[in-house]
């Protein structure tokens, strides 16, 4: 997941179309967790270790944490970008997420079947969007 804190897509790096100025990486296989840290960017366009993220995994959801005050983010309102890899480096992107005071929370689950053809029109990836605390604002979708 990637955070732009200062919602100012010049600073950061520049995935999904936001300039995120965090992030929390969550690996894991066959519905665990393996491990979890977040990352700060840097003005050389690289990201450096900020620490440990929460993360848990159930079959159907996975949650991660970026505490925002740790990080040093006093905003209100961030925008974000789900972003996720499988195994064999199959990619997707959630939709760009603008806070606007409301939360966002962002559900996905592969649909993928175990071997797929190159070309073909099976649906590979469920999205749950629930907003919470007031209303979200997505501005696009791109997969
Ligand atoms: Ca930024």
Same mark, same amino acid.
């Given at each position: ?5 200062? =919602? ?8 999904? #179309? ?9 690996? #894991?296989?066959?519905? =665990? ?7 700060? %960017? ?10 440990? @993220? ?9 949650? %991660?944490?970026? /505490? ?5 983010? /006093? %905003?209100?309102?961030?925008? @974000? ?7 064999? #480096?199959?990619?997707?992107? /959630?939709?760009?997420? =603008? ?8 559900? @996905? ?8 053809? =190159? ?8 999205? /749950?969007?629930? @907003? ?12």
């Amino acid at each position: 997941m990637f955070v732009d804190a200062d =919602r100012n897509s010049s600073t950061g790096i520049p995935p999904g #179309g936001l300039g995120a100025d965090f992030a929390v990486q969550v690996s #894991g296989r066959q519905g =665990r967790v393996l491990s979890s840290a977040s990352y700060r %960017a840097g003005g050389d366009g690289n990201w450096s270790l900020a620490g440990a @993220a929460a993360a848990a995994a159930d079959d159907r959801r996975l949650e %991660a944490q970026l /505490t925002l005050e740790k990080m040093g983010i /006093t %905003a209100t309102s961030v925008d @974000a970008v789900m972003y996720a890899t499988d195994w064999l #480096g199959a990619r997707d992107y /959630t939709p760009e997420v =603008r806070g606007r005071g409301g939360a966002l929370a962002a559900g @996905a689950r592969s649909l993928a079947p175990p071997v797929a053809l =190159r070309g073909s029109a099976w649906p590979m990836l469920a999205l /749950t969007l629930t @907003a919470a605390g007031g209303p979200v604002q997505v501005l696009s979708l791109r997969l």
